[in-house]
């Protein structure tokens, strides 16, 4: 079958020699109109109304099971005085229908264990309302409950008046807690990237006139006009039976009758072209850093799930990895800061398809990295790339698609799901891993560079360019507008020649020099909530503790912790931040022969990731690679350890960028910071201030402090979770980290008990600083008490109850906040002790009576005591998300990681379920009784201009 043809201009006339149309696909791959295959495992009909229906149904053994009813009615189908009605209806969703009046469908929900923002949720944007339901361990009758709620959603809200009314401030107040400084920057790079379209006057947020005063009659009207059969999609996903489910979403949806209100497929269309080069200057006085944000947008001329687009988007993905590596190559010659451009294209809507870079300059000259931007786009245009440099990313393409592919039956059934409603939102194709390695191997058969070349010359002559400077606001007078468009047009009307720029390319052998003599081992009872959970406890010859996990049911990547004692306490012992910088330097400097760039390609290479970490009392590393993998992690660990390098240049770098954002610290930070600096003794050594980074240390300080901080690998547990079995596992960690030798540098004694502990006192403190129309508030309370791992569970319950009770009182009934939570942390060490930590934001004229509210919620649960329902409904909302966490290898390493390789805490891990089982209402409100509530301290963020609220 013939496809279309791609033309792609080289300056008005067609590259001799070059194909411009994608080359002949095998048969399976084809369909009429060149419209690519749907993913074999997919289900998709119709009812008679109308209704899309998308089943990926899998192991009936995954209990997971993924709903989504995606409604085609965002702000975007909103009148001029509807603007917010979308997001309003989604609000009222939650407020009652015919079958579940006032909040049943959510109570029902909550009685199986399934909490509200967790698996519960609803999004407005620009073009859908999607409402969500995750069931992670479903059962028939969950799934029947769940697609009874949804229908009921689609076709059967109440709108009752008085929940409206309430309603309209919880949405106030949800714009609200968005106030502040990434509000105001991320509001003129929305105008800036939908100049021309409806998006730019169509905040899905609406305007609050709207939603306060629209009469409940237009919002009905709405919900009326959209919520029609024939807009709207069913997705389930997951362990379910087919046939007994198509039966169930007959009853359900089958009886909604077909409307004529349809909603279009082209939305988001770019109407007005206006200006191609569109600048715009954003600065602000709580912007610390400065970059540039370069947005490249160009309309297409036909969807995304066609194989002619698909060809065109797999040749820029090529051309755009090898601008990433150039850009990365002027970083490492202090061209840029940092610099990066996505090699993805984000598609803003159907039609509309965006290229996004970001570049940090030198010395903060925007209009220097603009102009060396724009000349390597320009460089991209008039040179061919190298063989060599398309067989590079080639290379790294395939093999992460290979991996991908491999791995697709781990994929969870969120994420499938959620790409197959992005594919029906924005026109995508819908395939696995499989077809999508097996397009582009035939893809990469015909690709030469003049393809990568061609599709720059079309992209330049086609798209439109927005340009975005952000920085502090002391910025504002030293740049404009037309020197910003300058610089991009000086760039592109350069000489340019080939990329001269090289990485010189240097091994990565996997031959490690561990040691051979056997570790210990000691087998660990960890089977949690799997029945096929196994773990042990290796001891290596030079001491390093390494605790091992298996679980071939674990849901995501190999995840590695080496944890030390010592963390920030150290302090005091170096300079404030120097432990932090210590870990950190490195990993911009590099590791020995391999520079900053190559450390990156390795990541990119093998998929993996490794970064420090340093708490009060912990340092140490973490990483997370995929199962191939773990062998290069571990040798990058290992050169991190022995071999790390550091450099004067970085360290200056990143000492004046920490002394630029200390003058523009956000509001919301210096508030938090207040409050540990009142609330906290010595909290002085938790927070990072101006005259902390007076004593500026040297690079070779720093690796004197390195070589004391990771010198002794006894004092090193290594803590590793993954679906490889442990012998594996544990001969890899044995490998890479057994040749760890103890340095010559005197290590230090573990950690220091800084006397950091809560001020055990009322006190109350408020903060004129505040830039924005809310107040922040912050309520705290602590008190003496004993740690154990029962008490850890018993205070999981009553932070679930709290914030049940807190959520009803100061949301639902009083319509004051739109999110609150009370955290409850029972410390260990280096003394026991409980703090809990209740936050919410709403208008400052409303801060005073809901802070006294949220504590008369608190000191009732004390004096009067959880319910028996309340006491069930807690326990199994820690039940179920305990086992959503034991799924996980980052919930197994980062336990492991805290026990320390203690035999008695790794002990606990494995008997936690049978404590939260055996502990009792009267055990659970006596807790409550010795801790909660005391010692109230109440901290408020208010705005500078109160006449802004």
């Known amino acids: 079958m013939k496809l279309l043809q791609i033309f792609m201009l080289a300056g008005g006339v067609l590259l001799a020699g070059c194909q411009t149309s994608p080359p002949e696909q095998p048969e399976s791959m084809i369909v009429s109109e060149g419209r690519l295959p749907l993913r074999k495992d997919m289900v998709s009909y119709q009812l008679d109304n109308g209704l899309e229906i998308r089943l990926l149904p899998r192991s009936v053994s995954e209990k997971n099971v ?64 999607t409402y969500q339901l995750s069931l992670p361990d479903a059962t028939d009758k969950q799934i029947d409950t769940g697609l009874h709620i949804l229908s009921q ?95 169930q979403i007959n009853d359900y949806f089958g009886s909604a009758v077909k409307g004529k209100q349809l909603a279009t497929k082209e939305w988001g269309k770019l109407q007005e072209k206006g200006e191609k080069l569109k600048t715009a200057l954003i600065f602000d006085a709580e912007q610390p850093g400065r970059f540039v944000q370069i947005m490249i947008q160009r309309t297409l001329s036909e969807p995304m799930n066609t194989v002619n687009s698909q060809w065109r988007d797999f040749i820029e993905q090529l051309w755009l990895a090898i601008l990433n590596q150039r850009l990365t190559l002027m970083v490492d010659h202090q061209q840029f800061s940092r610099a990066s451009i996505r090699e993805q294209s984000v598609l803003l809507s159907p039609s509309l398809q965006q290229h996004l870079a970001i570049l940090y300059p030198v010395d903060g000259d925007y209009e220097d990295s603009i102009r060396r931007f724009s000349r390597e786009l320009h460089r991209l245009a008039k040179v061919p790339v190298s063989q060599a440099e398309l067989d590079a990313v080639r290379n790294v393409l395939l093999q992460k698609l290979a991996r991908k592919s491999a791995s697709s039956a781990r994929y969870s059934s969120r994420y499938l799901l959620n790409r197959i409603m992005d594919a029906d939102s924005f026109q995508l194709p819908v395939m ?146 120097w432990i932090s910088t210590a870990l950190n330097l490195p990993f911009s400097c590099g590791f020995e022969e391999y520079s900053r760039k190559d450390l990156m390609a390795l990541n990119k290479q093998y998929d993996m990731s490794l970064s420090p970490y340093s708490e009060l009392l912990h340092h140490g590393f973490r990483g997370e690679s995929s199962v191939e993998s773990l062998e290069p992690l571990l040798k990058v660990l290992n050169m991190r350890l022995r071999r790390p390098v550091f450099c004067q240049d970085q360290l200056n770098r990143i000492l004046i960028l920490q002394k630029q954002q200390m003058k523009h610290l956000p509001a919301e930070r210096r508030f938090m910071d207040a409050i540990t600096l009142a609330a906290f003794d010595h909290g002085d050594t938790l927070v990072l201030q101006p005259k902390s980074l007076a004593e500026a240390p040297s690079a070779n300080d720093l690796k004197q402090v390195d070589q004391r901080l990771l010198s002794d690998p006894s004092t090193m547990v290594v803590s590793i979770s993954s679906r490889l079995p442990v012998k594996k596992m544990g001969e890899l960690a044995s490998s890479w980290l057994g040749s760890l030798q103890k340095l010559e540098a005197l290590p230090y004694d573990g950690w220091r008990d800084q006397g950091v502990r809560p001020k055990h006192k009322a006190m109350e403190q408020r903060f004129p600083w505040g830039s924005s129309p809310k107040s922040m508030v912050q309520i705290q309370y602590s008190h003496n008490a004993q740690w154990s791992k029962r008490n850890q569970l018993v205070m999981a319950m009553i932070e679930s109850a709290v914030n049940q009770r807190l959520r009803q009182v100061l949301r639902v009934e009083n319509s004051g906040v739109y999110a609150i939570h009370m955290s409850q942390l029972l410390a260990r060490d280096p003394q026991p002790y409980y703090l809990g930590r209740l936050n919410f934001t709403t208008a400052p004229t409303k801060a005073d009576d809901l802070a006294t509210r949220a504590d008369a919620v608190v000191q009732g649960l004390v004096s009067k005591g959880m319910t028996m329902a309340e006491f069930k409904q807690a326990h199994r909302m820690v039940a179920m998300k305990r086992k959503q966490q034991q799924a996980s290898a980052v919930y197994w390493t980062s336990a492991l990681a805290q026990s320390m390789g203690d035999g008695a805490k790794i002990e606990e891990l494995s008997d936690a379920a049978a404590q939260l089982d055996s502990i009792t209402l009267d055990e659970v409100n006596g807790l409550m009784g010795q801790v909660l509530g005391r010692n109230r301290k109440l901290f408020v963020l208010e705005p500078m201009d109160k006449r802004a609220s």
């Open 66 to 129: 993924e709903m989504r009813l995606l409604v085609k009615a965002g702000s975007l189908q909103e009148t001029e005085n509807e603007r917010g009605l979308a997001h309003f209806v989604e609000h009222m969703a939650f407020k009652g229908t015919e079958d579940f009046p006032g909040q049943e469908s959510f109570a029902q929900l909550e009685k199986e264990g399934i909490s509200l923002g967790a698996h519960v949720n609803a999004i407005t944007s620009f073009n859908s309302t």
């Open 432 to 577: 696995d891993k499989h077809q999508e390695l097996e397009m582009v191997t035939t893809f990469l058969q015909e690709v030469t560079p003049s393809h990568l070349q061609a599709s720059v010359q079309s992209m330049l002559q086609e798209a439109r360019v927005n340009i975005a400077l952000i920085g502090p606001d002391s910025d504002r007078k030293k740049i404009q507008e037309q020197t910003v468009a300058s610089a991009w047009e000086q760039g592109l009307g350069s000489k340019v020649g080939s990329f001269t720029l090289r990485h010189q390319a240097v091994d990565f052998d996997l031959i490690p020099s561990g040691s051979t003599t056997p570790a210990s081992k000691q087998l660990l009872n960890l089977k949690g909530e799997s029945s096929s959970g196994t773990g042990e406890k290796w001891v290596l010859p030079n001491g390093l503790t390494i605790l091992l996990y298996s679980d071939p049911d674990l849901s995501d990547q190999v995840q590695l912790n080496l944890r030390i004692a010592g963390g920030r306490s150290l302090e005091t012992e170096t300079g404030r931040n």
């Open 153 to 247: 959603w689609a076709f059967a809200m109440t709108f009752d008046e008085q929940a409206v009314e309430k309603e309209r401030e919880v949405i106030v107040e949800e714009w609200r807690i968005r106030q502040g400084v990434g509000q105001r920057i991320n509001s003129e790079l929305d105008d800036l990237r939908y100049r021309g379209t409806r998006m730019a006057v169509r905040s899905p947020i609406g305007l609050i006139e709207v939603v306060r005063n629209a009469p409940l009659s237009r919002a009905r009207a709405f919900y009326e006009r959209w919520y029609q059969p024939q807009n709207m999609v069913l997705l389930v996903a997951g362990g379910f039976d087919e046939d007994k489910i198509a039966t």
